[in-house]
């Protein structure tokens, strides 16, 4: 069974930051991209951050650049987000996701596993 766990949402306050933890099983992990997505009330789903667990490679949506940082523990099966300089717009549901195809992930659609999500609140 493919599982995908979120965890490390929480509630922080403007320039604070978090780190996110997808621990995932039942798949082969260096396979797969794994990508972190976030939904804010009201507004459509965001694609944040992806990495290919065989070399590393990283994307970034700019409105996170510089700010956050993907990275994997391949030993672990676990994909994190480093969170900083965080702002009241980065407030959201964060999933992360899973799909062998690189280019799946950065669109967002028809993506083949997803985790449940972990709330971020950023307040001001």
């Known amino acids: 069974e493919v599982q995908l766990v979120e965890s490390g949402g929480g509630l922080v306050q403007t320039g604070g930051s978090l780190r996110l933890s997808c621990a995932t099983s039942g798949f082969t992990f260096d396979d797969y991209t794994i990508g972190w997505f976030r939904q804010a009330p009201g507004k459509e789903r965001e694609g944040v951050s992806c990495i290919r667990s065989s070399d590393g490679s990283r994307y970034y949506a700019d409105s996170v650049k510089g700010r956050f940082t993907i990275s994997k523990n391949n030993a672990k099966n676990t994909v994190y987000l480093q969170m900083n300089s965080l702002k009241p717009e980065d407030t959201a549901v964060y999933y992360c996701?899973?799909?062998?195809?690189?280019?799946?992930?950065?669109?967002?659609?028809?993506?083949?596993?997803w985790g449940k999500g972990t709330l971020v609140t950023v307040s001001s």
């Open positions: 996701a899973a799909d062998i195809e690189w280019s799946t992930v950065i669109d967002g659609y028809g993506v083949d596993y």
